[in-house]
Every structure is written in structure tokens, then in C-alpha cells.
């Protein structure tokens, strides 16, 4: 099953609250990878909402290109950590785990790349929420762990995420490699892609697309309001997770 994780009301509830506070539109973090010395590299990136649009997968998504390093790290080492800092709340949110990237090319085995991780099938959870018989509670609790999100859900997801990227955002994604020399024939590309007349198609930018899904195992949560606290959160089983204050 899928069970809200102790830290995701404190992480939404700050999401919210930032967001209120107006200081900015959107929500960023710091977001770590390691290449392939071994070493550690470090991003912002914006945050983009849990996963299906749904807090219970515990679940948090970032975008990127796929030819930017960090899909390259990923890639090889699934490794991450990334900090949340919201300023309106005073709280810091410092999350690891692995981190897996959806893109056009493996929605057919991406839930067979996500391993053990307790994502179910978002239909069949809809159908099990609104079809709850208690009288068969476990039967339907044990079949439904086993129904992974199909190739048609992570597509959709993929098609729902890139959807919510401003027209701005989405031609990014058919821009020169990023990382790559400046030339001035890429110059003249940037320059007509910002005037939009490039003669490519928005749609052209989707096969560069990457939704990074964040597989939480450890959260480090620091709140710096009023009396400071700060708790320790381990996943243990599944989605089963220990929670122990420590000493800020
Ligand atoms: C405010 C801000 C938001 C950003 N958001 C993203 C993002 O959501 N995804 C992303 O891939 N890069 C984002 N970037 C760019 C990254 O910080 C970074 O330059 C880029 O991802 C290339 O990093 P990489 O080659 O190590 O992957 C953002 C940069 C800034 C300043």
C-alpha cells in the first residue's frame, strides 16, 4: 500500500506556506548527485510536486534535460541528496535517497527500474479507495501492493508533468546541448528559439524531457521556529518509517 510518510505533512504544509508568503512562484531546492570521480555536484532545481499529483507516494519530482550531467549521475548512481529551505517557516528539509529519471524511452520498464519501491498503479488505488470492503480489507490490501504503475500511467504522468512547464520552459528543451561550447551558429539557434521562429515544434523539445522521481529512504528535518527541534526519518520496510528526535 502507499502510506504518507511522518515527514510529508510538515514538508507540504511548509510548500504551502512558502508559497502564500509570495516571495517567489515556486519552490526550489539544492540538488546533489555524485559524477563519476566520485565526487559530489550540486544544483538548484525547482520543485515540482509529489509524483501522480498524489503525497501518500512520498514521492517528490524534479525535471530536467536529459543531456545535462545530472542524468549522466543518475544514470550510473541513482545516489542523491537535496535541501529544502523555506524561509517563511524556518524549516529545512534535507532528503535522500534514489533518484530515478522517466522519459519517453522507458515508461515500458520503469516501474521494473524502481525495484521494491511501494509505488502502486494510481487507477487501482482510486479503485481500491472508493471499493473499500472491509470485510476482505488484507486480501485487497496484499493484491493491490502488487499492481505497479502501468507503461500508460507513467506516460501519462510524463505528458501531465511536461504539460505544466511554462512555453518558456518547454523550448528550453530543444535548445544546443547544454554544457556545450557557444558557437555562433548556436548563438543564431538560441536567438530564434527565443523569438520562436526556429521552425521546430514544441513537442520536438518531449524526447529531451526528463521527470526525476526522488525514492526517499532518509529525511533530515530541522525546524528553526520558536523552540528548535530537529527529527530523524528512516525508512525502514517498505513504507514503514522510524522517526526519532535527535538534538539540533
Ligand atoms: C532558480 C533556478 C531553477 C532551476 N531549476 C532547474 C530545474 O528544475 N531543473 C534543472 O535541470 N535545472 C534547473 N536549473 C539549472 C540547474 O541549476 C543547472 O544549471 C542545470 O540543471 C545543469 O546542471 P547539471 O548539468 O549538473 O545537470 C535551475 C537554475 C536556477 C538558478
Known amino acids: ?20 508568503s509570495n516571495q517567489l512562484p515556486f519552490i526550489t531546492c539544492s540538488f546533489a548527485t555524485v559524477d563519476s570521480n566520485g565526487s559530489p555536484r550540486v544544483r538548484t532545481c525547482i520543485y515540482r510536486g509529489f509524483v501522480f499529483d498524489d503525497k501518500k507516494t512520498n514521492v517528490i519530482t524534479l525535471t530536467t534535460d536529459i543531456r545535462m550531467e545530472k542524468y549522466e549521475h543518475l544514470t ?36 521494473q527500474e524502481l525495484g521494491e519501491y511501494p509505488l502502486v498503479s494510481p487507477t487501482a488505488l482510486k479503485q481500491y479507495s472508493s471499493s473499500l470492503d472491509l470485510s476482505n480489507h488484507e ?45 555562433p551558429e548556436k548563438q543564431k539557434l538560441l536567438d530564434s528559439i527565443s523569438r520562436g521562429v526556429d521552425g521546430s515544434n514544441e513537442i520536438d523539445g518531449t524526447k529531451n524531457f526528463g521527470l526525476v522521481l526522488l525514492l526517499p529512504e532518509n529525511v533530515d528535518y530541522v525546524n528553526l521556529n520558536g523552540h528548535q527541534s530537529r527529527y530523524k526519518h528512516d525508512r525502514v520496510d517498505e513504507d514503514q518509517w522510524d522517526e526519532t528526535e535527535i538534538c539540533p
Not at 4 to 15: D, G, K, L, Q
Not at 82 to 101: D, V, Y
Not at 166 to 173: A, D, G, I, P, T
Open 76 to 111: 550510473s548512481n541513482p545516489k542523491f541528496e537535496t535541501c529544502f529551505w523555506f524561509p517563511t517557516t524556518n524549516e529545512q528539509f534535507r532528503i535522500s535517497g534514489n533518484a530515478k529519471i522517466l522519459t519517453t524511452s522507458n515508461t515500458e520498464t520503469f516501474s
Open 139 to 183: 486480501n485487497h490490501h496484499n493484491s493491490i501492493h502488487d499492481l505497479k504503475p502501468s507503461a500508460q500511467e507513467w506516460e501519462a504522468e510524463l505528458k501531465n508533468k511536461w504539460e505544466s512547464l511554462s512555453r518558456n520552459l518547454k523550448s528550453s528543451f530543444r535548445k544546443p546541448d547544454p554544457g556545450s561550447v557557444l558557437t
Open 1 to 20: 500500500m502507499q502510506y504518507m510518510a511522518p515527514w510529508v505533512p510538515a514538508f507540504t504544509n511548509a510548500v504551502t506556506r512558502q508559497l502564500e
